[in-house]
């Protein structure tokens, strides 16, 4: 493991949340992780899928953690830690999905993406969006050692370089080439609905693929 970070907190023990747990362990990161309730309710899950994580509180996960991913369902945004977080490298791996969340317009803009919604709420904490637009499955099953022919590549969004930066090392560390976009508004490229959404491709064909986006620059 390569980079600055030691510590990577995982808010959301769900399918996307257990397997970056699992990819982080791997890189050899120590990993903090939180469900919806008390720890004791993911324990059992946690020691099984991930042994090695350490299950908490969001809040906890927050404050321990160097870096945090937040892997929980959109609408829930506003249920996050917000105090805990202030000052804070959070990694939005998040997705709207109506079902789930309900209509929610602020979520829905074709101008805002909704990382810059979870940014505003989080005023306090540095938002990059990342792993969100290639599925859970894809990511367990197509991680590589840097160097290898057929790695896959994770887009990254965010608006401060240096963190960007650490994103970019924590998704090479994870398994993936980083391809990286200069500002969080450009994560409306990796929402749904987007080409983008779903790929599972490598650096080049993901280049190609943002730029064939009209908004892209």
Known sequence: MSGSVHSIGIIGAGKVGIVLAQLAIKAGYTVYIAGSGSPEKIALTVSVLVPGAVALTAKEVAEKAEVIIVAIPLGKYQQLPKEALAGKLVIDAMNYWWEVDGERPELTSNTVGSSEVVQQFLSNSRVVKAFSHIGYHDLYDETRPEGAPDRK???????????????????NNLGFDPVTLNSLAKGIQLQPGSPVFGAHVDVKMLKEMLSSIPSAT
Do not use: L, S
């Open 153 to 171: 590549a994770v887009a990254i969004a965010g608006n401060d370089p240096v963190d960007v930066a650490t994103v970019a090392t924590i998704v």
